[in-house]
Structures are given as C-alpha cells and as structure tokens.
C-alpha cells in the first residue's frame, strides 16, 4: 500500500508540474474554440447598377438564463418579456414562465429568436436585460449570412453561387461561382465561444476578436431589363410547347458584353426554372445554324459564289450510301438561296463537292475561327467543342456532308452566338463577356475590357453576301413568319434531330429547335441566340415555329424601348405629289362653304379636317382611303349635317 500511495502521488506531480502546461492547454482548447465567422460575399450588380445577389445577416438571439444576478434577473424581467410580448403577440406572463423555468433549469443558452434581420437584431439589443448586453444581462448573438437573389428566379443560375457540402467540397455555379474566390468570397472572422454544454456552444463576449472582411462587389453586364425580357418571352414559349428545357442569350454587337441569359429547365411538377446553364456548358449538334458557317467557308475559298446553281433533287440524295432529306424538293437553285430554304441537301452538295478530296481545309476553317476550343469562360462548367478532323474515330466519308447541316460535330449555344455575333460585327469576333468591373464602394478594384478572338474572320465581300443572306431568311426564307416591316432582323433557323441514336426515336421523335441572328439588319446592335429542346412535336418543332417568335419578341421589346431613331438633314423637301396634293386640298377648302365637296380618293385625316371645318358630324366607317361618301358633290348642306364616309 505504502508503494502505491507513493506512485500516486508521484503520477499526481508529474501531471501537476511536468506535463501541467500540456494538459492544461489540452482542457482549454476544449472548453473554448475559435468560431470561423464566415465574411459577407461581395453584391453583384446588373450593368444598370440593379442588385442582383447579396449577402443577407440572418441573427439568431439566445440568452443565458444563468448569467445575470438575482436582483437585476427580477427587475428585468417583466419589462422584457412585456417587449417579448409586444414582439410575438403572446402574453407577458407567457414568457416570465418560459425564463424563469430556463433559469431554474440552469438553460444557459435558451433561444429568444432565430434567423431575424438586421433591424430586429437591433431591437432585441435594446429589450430590458438584453440591453446590458453578455456580461450582465446574458446576451447571446450568432450570425450567419444568407445569399439573396432580388430578381427571384430571373438569371439565378448565371448570377450563380458557392457552396460547400458537408464534406468540405465546393460546388460553384455562375458569377458568382467564377468571381467568388478571388473577389466576392472577402476575408472571414472569428469570435471565440465557450462550451457550455453538451454540444453547447456561447460566446464569451458580445463582439468578435476578429472581424470578418466583406467582399468586393462585382458588376455584371446584365440588363435586368433586357433580362426580363428574354427570361419571360422564353418561359412563356417553353411553356406553350411542353418543351423540356432551353436557353436564350442576348450579347451586345461590338463590345460582347452578354445582356441577357436565360436558362430554364423543366421539374416533375412541369415547372421551369433556372436548373443548369445550358447555354454555357451544353454541347449539342447545332442543325442548320451551323450552315451559315460552313457556307461562309465555303464563300471564302472560292468553293461556290452565291449565284451558283446547285442540283437539290427533289428532297431525297444518298451520299456514299446515306440518304439525305429536305423537307420539301427544290431543284435546281442558287447557292444563296439553299441557305433561305435552309436546304440539308444543297449544303451537303456543296461542302462535299468542295472539300471531299481534301477535308483538312474545310476543318482549318473551323479551327482559324476557334471553333474547336472553348470560348474560356471564368464560368465554371463551360462545354467542350467537338469538331472531328480525318484520322479521327467518328470521321468517315459521310462526315463532311453531315457536318455541312449541323451534325456529327457539337458547339455550345454561346460558341454558335459568338460566330453570329462576328457576321455582325463585320467579321471581328469579341469574347463574350459577363464582367464589367469590380469595386470596394467607389474605388474601383479592376475593370474588364474587351477581348477579341479573331480580328476578321474573313474577307469584306463574303461577309456582305453572308449579312444579306441572312437578312433574306427572315424576308423570304424559313424565317419569313418573323418579318416585320417596322423593324430588320437577321439570322438562321434551326431544327436538329436529338436523341435519334434511342431505340425508341421513331415512336418519339425529339427534336432541338433554334434561331441565331442579330438586329437590326443594318446596323446591328444585338445578336441573340434561342435555343429549345424537345418542345412537343404535336405543337410544332421547327426552329422558325418554336424559337424564332421568341427571338422576335425580344428585338420587338428591345425596339420599343430604345427606339432607332433616323437623323433627318433638313425639312425643307420638294416634294412635287405633295405640293399638288396640298393645293387641291387648299382650293376644296376655300371654295366650298355650304355645298358638298368631292373627298373620295381623300385620305382619312384629310377628309375629316375638311368636313369638320364646315361644321359637318363625320362618321367613318373603315380605315385608309375615302372610297364613298353618302352626301353626293354639290348638294347644298347644313350645319350640323352628318356624313358617313366608307373607307379602305
């Protein structure tokens, strides 16, 4: 025993004063922790300085029940819980039940509120008791911070976002993905807390040893209102159609700055709503859209001029033992006008014809233009261009005609507007861009430019032909539903196959409907971009039908809110019609007083103002050009005589 007494106490020293630093530093670190208070990511804003995404503070409001004295637990407490009371709208007494059974229970972390904003946190510190804050009155304060989408649904995906999962894995989306760990994330603080339980954690004090550091704020190239426009004319469409999902992407002529992009997708529910960024990272066969490039090459080697006269057939060509269709036979025609027609066949003759004994050239062209490679976007999650070459595994003898109408190759929706967008701009092709700048309030931290891809993508005159190409589609083409005399556009319809390798293709055929163009025709400002997958085959498919209207509502929106205005040099025009016009109206009116003049033949306008003039009630019947009148030429008339004149 004697022994043992003396190991114990021998074990008790050596803890106490040889290995005392260690444990005592073990026992505190469990006790008390430092708490990572995560910094407010930066605002992101549109490029009209509306906010798109912010970092909100939610509070969460404990008291510890222990804390306080008994003299200042009793005077304070009702005047708190009659705050409390006011607050909920539950009884004082409801509440001095519910704190002193905590106080009793020895609750040093009992909840008073949870996830309220800033300005209830504010009034929760001025309650009674509250007010004298951790030390005294046993305050308890967490903050977290919630991420805020203003515009709701409208771009959230490419607004985007940066979470981390339980293990630690970050998933970034968006903008906000690409921009936050460099910009928006901020630097985080900490606040040192005390276990107080099992599980239980307080802090021991009211502020915090290091104070987080919040972002920098992040300015887009997002029109909200040209945002809302495309977001809504693409919702409504892909609503109508069934569709399963789709994308539609507005991107300014010279700078590449990207005004608008929409990505919605449909739930079980049958409800969109913005599920993946399919026009940034969704590689597909583009269809017809990728005629325009593959003419252009075409164009521009000298393979074919826009008069040269192809041999369609009558819908229906094999080529090395593969059929083509066109939806319709066209015959012999122009090679301008198989891009109107949008002809499978024609495009397939020309690129083959051109390009069979030496493919390499064809797929040079591609290359030159940066189609192979991604566009290298910040935005995480970008597609990947397929473009097959010779030696390849999916080339074979039927690759270049079947990529002369889009297939057997994949861009993304924005590779395909990037292309347009150069046509546009008179062959200088810009990298799309989301950014405009960063700032810390007004300081501006970095400002981003414009970025070019390719300086010209070929000659002034190929690029003339290929611009009224393409405003012919729309004037005479496939895209001849779309024409409006009020305003010109320019551009491409689409229609792919998808899924068609599926057993069950025939029974339910899917297809991807699109339209890729800009406007105005003449001197465009925006190009645009509208891609829609499997709309419902019973209520139409191609592109012109599905995508088109929606391309056209945007440039109808876009037009009425910033109008085109045409800069007239002077006024003062002869005009020899209308001068004759003015005179025979001017003797009518001075001549007739009280006898019925002849106004058939009369503008509308012009008749009224006469008749009125002569005190006569006018009635019209119709719109345009007085084609009767019911008081005959040189009747004597009266004051306050009525006429009805039918017009057309």
């Given at each position: 025993m004697?022994?043992?007494?003396?190991?114990?106490?021998?074990?008790?020293?050596?803890?106490?004063?040889?290995?005392?630093?260690?444990?005592?530093?073990?026992?505190?670190?469990?006790?008390?922790?430092?708490?990572?208070?995560?910094?407010?990511?930066?605002?992101?804003?549109?490029?009209?300085?509306?906010?798109?995404?912010?970092?909100?503070?939610?509070?969460?409001?404990?008291?510890?029940?222990?804390?306080?004295?008994?003299?200042t637990f009793e005077k304070h407490l009702k005047p708190l819980c009659d705050s409390l009371s006011v607050y909920y709208g539950k009884s004082s007494t409801y509440f001095q039940n519910k704190l002193r059974k905590a106080r009793v229970n020895k609750n040093r972390y009992y909840l008073l509120a949870r996830n309220i904003g800033y300005s209830d946190y504010i009034r929760f510190r001025n309650f009674p008791l509250l007010n004298l804050g951790a030390f005294k009155g046993g305050l308890i304060v967490e903050q977290t911070t919630?991420?805020?989408?203003?515009?709701?649904?409208?771009?959230?995906?490419?607004?985007?976002?940066?979470?981390?999962?339980?293990?630690?894995?970050?998933?970034?989306?968006?903008?906000?993905?690409?921009?936050?760990?460099?910009?928006?994330?901020?630097k985080d603080g900490r606040r040192a807390k005390q276990q107080i339980g099992k599980g239980q954690w307080k802090p021991i004090a009211d502020y915090n040893?290091?104070?987080?550091?919040?972002?920098?704020?992040?300015?887009?190239?997002?029109?909200?209102?040209?945002?809302?426009?495309?977001?809504?004319?693409?919702?409504?469409?892909?609503?109508?159609?069934?569709?399963?999902?789709?994308?539609v992407v507005v991107m300014e002529t010279k700078t590449g700055e990207i005004r608008a992009i929409s990505n919605l997708g449909r739930n079980k529910d049958g409800h969109y709503y913005e599920r993946l960024n399919y026009a940034v990272g969704e590689s597909i066969e583009p269809g017809s859209t990728f005629k325009v490039i593959a003419l252009l090459a075409a164009l521009e080697d000298k393979v074919v001029d826009t008069s040269t006269v192809i041999d369609t057939k009558l819908g229906y060509?094999?080529?090395?033992?593969?059929?083509?269709?066109?939806?319709?036979?066209?015959?012999?025609?122009?090679?301008?006008?198989?891009?109107?027609v949008s002809s499978n066949i024609g495009m397939a003759t020309i690129i083959d014809d051109g390009y069979?004994?030496?493919?390499?050239?064809?797929?040079?062209?591609?290359?030159?233009?940066?189609?192979?490679?991604?566009?290298?976007?910040?935005?995480?999650?970008?597609?990947?261009?397929?473009?097959?070459?010779?030696?390849?595994?999916?080339?074979?003898?039927?690759?270049?005609?079947?990529?002369?109408?889009?297939?057997?190759?994949?861009?993304?929706?924005?590779?395909?507007l990037t292309f347009y967008n150069a046509i546009a701009?008179?062959?200088?092709?810009?990298?799309?861009?989301?950014?405009?700048?960063?700032?810390?309030?007004?300081?501006?931290?970095?400002?981003?430019?414009?970025?070019?891809?390719?300086?010209?993508?070929?000659?002034?005159?190929?690029?003339?032909?290929?611009?009224?190409?393409?405003?012919?589609?729309?004037?005479?083409?496939?895209?001849?539903s779309l024409y409006s005399p009020y305003f010109s556009m320019a551009g491409k319809t689409g229609t792919a196959q998808t899924e068609y390798w599926m057993d069950d293709w025939k029974e339910n055929k899917r297809y991807i409907s699109s339209f890729a163009g800009y406007f105005p025709a003449e001197n465009p400002k925006y190009s645009c971009i509208v891609v829609i997958h499997k709309p419902s085959t019973k209520k139409g498919y191609y592109g012109a039908d599905v995508s088109g209207p929606v391309f056209k509502k945007i440039a109808q929106k876009i037009f009425t809110d910033t109008p085109i205005v045409d800069e007239v040099e002077s006024l003062d025009i002869d005009s020899e019609s209308t001068e004759k016009e003015y005179k025979n109206f001017y003797n009518i009116a001075k001549t007739y007083?009280?006898?019925?003049?002849?106004?058939?033949?009369?503008?509308?306008m012009d008749a009224l103002a006469l008749l009125e003039n002569m005190d006569l009630k006018v009635k019209i019947e119709g719109v345009g050009i007085v084609k009767r009148q019911s008081i005959k030429q040189g009747e004597k008339i009266k004051k306050n005589q009525t006429i009805v004149l039918e017009v057309s």
């Open positions: 004697f022994v043992f007494c003396l190991a114990v106490v021998f074990k008790l020293v050596s803890i106490q004063f040889i290995q005392g630093d260690k444990y005592r530093a073990l026992a505190e670190q469990r006790i008390v922790k430092n708490v990572v208070i995560p910094a407010n990511r930066g605002n992101v804003y549109s490029v009209n300085g509306n906010l798109l995404a912010t970092s909100i503070p939610k509070y969460d409001i404990r008291i510890d029940a222990l804390t306080s004295s008994d003299r919630k991420r805020e989408h203003p515009m709701g649904a409208i771009a959230q995906r490419s607004i985007g976002y940066e979470r981390f999962d339980d293990d630690g894995n970050v998933t970034r989306a968006g903008i906000d993905g690409a921009y936050g760990v460099k910009y928006l994330r901020g040893q290091v104070d987080p550091q919040d972002g920098f704020d992040v300015y887009t190239t997002i029109d909200v209102n040209i945002q809302d426009i495309a977001h809504h004319a693409l919702l409504e469409q892909l609503e109508e159609y069934e569709a399963d999902h789709g994308c060509k094999q080529f090395y033992g593969r059929p083509i269709y066109d939806t319709h036979g066209h015959g012999k025609i122009s090679a301008a006008r198989i891009l109107e069979s004994k030496n493919p390499k050239r064809f797929v040079d062209h591609l290359k030159e233009w940066n189609l192979d490679k991604p566009l290298g976007l910040p935005i995480i999650g970008e597609g990947k261009p397929v473009i097959p070459q010779p030696g390849d595994k999916i080339w074979s003898k039927n690759a270049l005609p079947s990529m002369a109408y889009g297939y057997n190759l994949r861009l993304t929706p924005l590779q395909i701009d008179n062959g200088v092709m810009v990298k799309p861009r989301f950014i405009r700048e960063v700032k810390s309030l007004d300081k501006v931290i970095e400002t981003f430019k414009d970025s070019k891809i390719n300086n010209k993508i070929c000659s002034d005159e190929t690029l003339k032909e290929m611009q009224a190409m393409l405003k012919n589609v729309v004037e005479r083409g496939t895209g001849k007083k009280t006898i019925m003049p002849n106004v058939v033949g009369l503008p509308t």
